[in-house]
């Protein structure tokens, strides 16, 4: 990998593949050792759709790359300042124990913390 100043090192993510074929399955890296980053294709069940989408990198995209996704979708030429878990906690519906039934419940009754 090449950092900010054209250094080259070695990253300290760590990944697993598939026994079988070979495909890649997910990513951990100790710099955000809370959170396991699973490869899309490795994902077999079916997903809801996103509330949005982010395109990161688009400075680094091949040229033939045709950009897809929806007016008003967020484009960055690198990263965006937030995290991917600060993107999810921004976006994520709310929790059925979330949702007040009124406002008795909501007064007296807080959110489980996420």
């Known amino acids: 990998m ?3 100043d054209g250094e080259q090192h070695q990253s300290a993510g760590q990944r697993d593949f598939c026994g079988v074929c070979g495909g890649a ?3 951990w890296d ?3 050792p809370d959170l396991v980053h699973p490869n899309a294709g490795a994902i077999d069940t079916p997903l809801p759709p996103p509330p ?3 395109h990161a990198s688009l400075d680094s995209k091949a040229s033939w790359v045709r950009m897809e996704g929806k007016e008003g979708d967020e484009r960055y030429d690198t990263f965006p300042d ?3 878990a600060e993107w999810h906690e921004k976006h994520a ?8 039934t009124g406002p008795d419940k909501a007064d007296t009754e807080p959110a489980a913390p996420r």
């Open 25 to 27: 399955l997910w990513m």
């Open 93 to 100: 519906p709310p929790r059925a124990d979330e949702v007040a």
């Open 2 to 4: 090449l950092d900010k």
């Open 82 to 84: 937030y995290s991917l």
């Open 52 to 54: 949005a989408n982010v």
């Open 30 to 32: 100790p710099t955000w």
